[in-house]
T-cell receptor, first 116, second 112 residues
């Protein structure tokens, strides 16, 4: 079974440029998460989707970040414009939930963003 | 704000010894607790979950939970160099409404 797939793995951009990250979750997983991880820190949730619906986006900086999960499968996270402080690893994770949140997440390899 | 606290380390343990990793959490209503392992440059992977007070054993790993003290620990017996990684404690907070909250992680080094 294929795991969570993310692309690109690495991205280097100039500040103020836009960037987008793509995630394909494990087949059948209805919940998708985007986390941000800074060096030496634990993952911090940006947004959580249950199927197509964003059920928790309270930590997403909505002035520059946006996300979508069309058709309840793949998801895209966009930053426009990027700032120096956005340099981090962006992790996508997925899980299956039949109602109660389980906490058992499967992570992709991450997308490492460097903003110059 | 719901918090999960871990000592960032590094924690250095000789090969073959027991590694003990600790975690405290602030949300007294939390019921579900997890340990994720993250190798350098890799993504986190779930290694243990625990839901009831007491111990839960899986191979060389034992998770311990004390809800009264709001304390979770992970013991690794017969530590191997391949256990060298960052161990992230994670807690379901807000009754699940807040999702999974991670600690900063403890960097474990197993010395051959």
């Amino acid at each position: 079974e294929a795991g969570v797939v993310q692309s690109p793995r690495y991205k280097i951009i100039e500040k103020k440029q836009p960037v987008a990250f793509w995630c394909n979750p494990i087949s059948g997983h209805n919940t998708l998460y985007w986390y941000l991880q800074n060096l030496g820190q634990g993952p911090e949730l940006l947004i959580r989707y249950e199927n197509e619906e964003a059920v928790d986006d309270s930590q997403l900086p909505k002035d520059r970040f946006s996300a979508e999960r069309l058709k309840g499968v793949d998801s895209t996270l966009k930053i426009q414009p990027a700032e120096l402080g956005d340099s981090a690893v962006y992790l996508c994770a997925s899980s299956y939930s039949s109602g109660e949140f389980t906490g058992e997440l499967f992570f992709g390899e991450g997308s490492r963003l460097t903003v110059l | 704000q719901k918090e999960v606290e871990q000592n960032s380390g590094p924690l250095s343990v000789p090969e073959g010894a027991i590694a003990s990793l600790n975690c405290t959490y602030s949300d007294r209503g939390s019921q579900s607790f997890f340990w994720y392992r993250q190798y350098s440059g890799k993504s986190p992977e779930l290694i243990m979950s625990i839901y009831s007070n007491g111990d839960k054993e899986d191979g060389r790993f034992t998770a311990q939970l004390n809800k009264a003290s709001q304390y979770v620990s992970l013991l690794i017996r017969d530590s191997q160099p391949s256990d060298s990684a960052t161990y992230l404690c994670a807690v379901i907070t807000g009754g699940g409404a807040d999702g999974l909250t991670f600690g900063k992680g403890t960097h474990l080094i197993i010395q051959p």
